[in-house]
């Protein structure tokens, strides 16, 4: 029943049958078998506890479970087999499979083939002397062939215990063991041999059994040497402050860890000698603390100058205060602030910057600004201290890192007034659009007035924008007034003056002032000139329909007192005078000509006049053309 269950796969049945035969170790075998996820190589357990082998190996083959197949060949003594399936199918055992293989070999005395797979399993080193060990010739045989220093090793070290020492020697340097070769020389007495090899090979353990060596014969010189050259400094160090070797403990110190620094540089202070020793120990060992005190308590002043390099804002603050001091003292200001900085003590720093006349840079004002939110300073001890920050630079002419710190600290009027000294419209005209103030917007359109706005459309467009977003209509107006006077001055347009008159006087009359009288009295005087300017501008244009009343309507606006600056008295009576040389009344125009000189006395005619009708008026009349003189500022 049982065998039917392997042709059934029936294992809940087989377990009935197996208790019932009182098969306890197939019951057994097939409990633990549980735990294979493969059907197949379940009950291939079962037709192994069986006897049926043919069964289970084609139930483990038609699993794959070429690992199991593998171990079944092992255990069925089908060596071949499992060595085949092994280099096939199961390659992650393969070494285990000759390893297994060759303890069969070596068990029915094949040791010729025991040897081949235990190299193959990678295991000869240790297998091969062990199971060789009887037949002493064979053994040296095989390590001289294997060309192995670990085999070389063990080949020395038993020749050692059977103290052929040297048999030994010369195996241990095939097999570079320098330790050992400097081990069996001291043991035979050949020091200076071993030191000539710990030397040479550099050899840290080599180094640090001689030096062991030569410490128990007393010679501290070679030990010291050959522990420093084992890198055993704290035993190198021992016997320097054992043996007074002050000179070379200085410089194993320093080779060596913290620790071993500390221990040192504690001797030279208990010693009272070379205090400038125990200093650089200290210090070179991370105790800050220590080695300043001890610095100013011998004078090592230079050995000071070397430890606050190395001081920072982690640093202790009453030591960093206290080396501040001392470089203050001996004029060293540019670390003292450093120093004083790191101590978080900012306004000492900035006091001491502008005594001593130190430039503070972007790096300096940046490790002084304190961060928004930090528990280092409050928010209003943060913005007074940017603002100090920035007022420093404003007096050292840093004008854009003042703006940066203004600006840090939320006051941006004043980072505004620092960027207008720095005379960078670009920055100016962007800080004046992110800042959205109307006291700023106003203080940009005001800068932009000073520059050469009549060439630059760009900058006119902001200050009229900026002027509109501050709600500075009254500055407007007077802009617009200055455009218009522009217009007459340099280019004579009285039509585009009149449109820039006309949107002052608007802008005027709706701008919100203090004072509604001066207000009233701007807007008479606007509307006056808009009135005159009007009626040239009107003369002109009349000019070509009725040239007597374009004429009238000039002479008419020569009589009025107030005339310029809106309209200049020279471009009224240039019109008359261009008017009655056309139409040949030279007398006239000579006349128009003498008044216009009588009131403007250094005027340069020839701007007012063509050169045409002044030739033709001198011809006519008989006179020299009118004399040079300058431009009227004001006709």
């Known amino acids: 029943m049982a065998r039917m269950c392997v042709k059934t796969r029936r294992l809940d049945v087989a377990r009935v049958c197996l208790g019932n035969m009182g098969h306890a170790r197939g019951a057994r075998a097939l409990r633990e078998a549980e735990a294979e996820p493969e059907l197949d190589a379940r009950v291939a357990v079962l037709a192994t506890q069986l006897g049926m082998l043919e069964d289970a190996e084609r139930l483990y083959r038609s699993c794959r479970r070429f690992d199991l197949l593998n171990k079944f060949y092992q255990a069925s003594g089908q060596w071949q087999h499992a060595v085949e399936t092994a280099e096939t199918h199961d390659r992650v055992h393969l070494r285990a499979t000759y390893y297994s293989y060759a303890k069969h070999l070596e068990a029915i005395r094949e040791h010729g083939l025991a040897l081949e797979h235990y190299e193959k399993s990678d295991t000869y080193r240790f297998e091969v002397p062990r199971m060789l060990l009887e037949d002493p010739r064979a053994l040296e045989d095989y390590v001289k062939k294997m060309n192995d220093k670990s085999l070389y090793k063990w080949w020395a070290q038993y020749m050692e215990s059977q103290s052929d020492m040297a048999t030994a020697l010369q195996y241990y340097g095939y097999a570079q063991d320098y330790l050992s070769l400097v081990r069996v020389h001291c043991y035979l007495g050949n020091v200076q041999k071993a030191a000539e090899i710990a030397n040479e090979t550099g050899n840290r353990a080599a180094s640090y059994h001689l030096a062991r060596q030569y410490e128990s014969q007393e010679e501290i010189k070679q030990s010291v040497h050959f522990y420093t050259r084992a890198q055993a400094y704290n035993n190198a160090i021992r016997l320097c402050k054992e043996n007074g070797l002050d000179d070379q403990l200085m410089n194993l110190a320093l080779l060596s860890n913290p620790e071993d620094m500390m221990e040192a540089a504690c001797y030279y202070e208990e010693k009272g000698a070379h205090m400038d020793r125990a200093v650089m120990l200290y210090h070179k060992a991370g105790h800050f603390s220590k080695a300043l005190e001890l610095a100013f308590s011998t004078q090592q002043f230079a050995a000071l100058q070397l430890i606050a390099e190395d001081l920072d804002e982690t640093s202790d603050p009453a030591l960093l205060a206290r080396c501040s001091d001392f470089f203050i003292t001996h004029a060293q200001y540019q670390k003292a602030v ?73 006051n941006k009027i004043k980072a505004m007034r620092a960027l207008l ?114 009626k040239f501008v009107q003369a002109r244009r009349l000019y070509k329909e009725d040239p007597g009343e374009a004429v009238r309507l000039c002479e008419t606006l020569l009589e009025d007192p107030d005339l310029d600056p809106a309209v200049r008295i020279g471009d009224a009576y240039g019109f008359l005078v261009e008017h009655h040389c056309q139409q040949g009344s030279f007398q006239v125009a000579h006349r128009k000509l003498e008044e216009m000189q009588k009131r403007l006395p250094s005027v340069n005619v020839s701007y007012y006049i063509s050169q045409r009708s002044l030739e033709a008026l001198s011809h006519a009349v008989g006179l020299p053309l009118g004399r040079p003189g300058r431009r009227d500022s004001g006709g």
């Open 338 to 410: 450093e120093l004083l900085v790191a101590a978080k003590k900012y306004h000492e720093a900035l006091q001491l910057c502008l005594d001593q006349s130190l430039t503070i840079t972007e790096e300096l004002a940046e490790s002084m600004t304190v961060c928004r939110g930090s528990r280092e300073l409050p928010e209003d001890a943060r913005r007074e201290l940017l603002e100090r920050i920035a007022d420093c630079c404003m007096r050292q002419g840093n004008y854009h890192l003042a703006t940066k710190k203004y600006t840090q600290a939320g």
């Open 421 to 534: 000294k720095s005379g960078d419209t670009e920055k100016i005209v962007f800080f004046a659009g992110v800042s959205r103030q109307k006291e700023i917007y106003i203080m940009a359109a005001n800068y932009l007035q000073s520059l050469d706005w009549r060439q630059d459309p760009d900058i006119m467009k902001n200050i009229i924008s900026y002027y509109t977003k501050g709600r500075a209509l009254d500055l407007l107006a007077g802009f617009y007034e200055a455009c218009a006077q522009v217009e007459i001055d340099e280019y004579q347009n009285y039509e585009k003056a009149l449109g820039a008159l006309t949107e002052a006087y608007k802008c005027l009359a709706k701008a919100k002032v203090r004072s509604t009288e001066e207000q009233e009295v701007r807007l008479a005087e606007l509307q006056h000139k808009l009135t005159l300017v009007k």
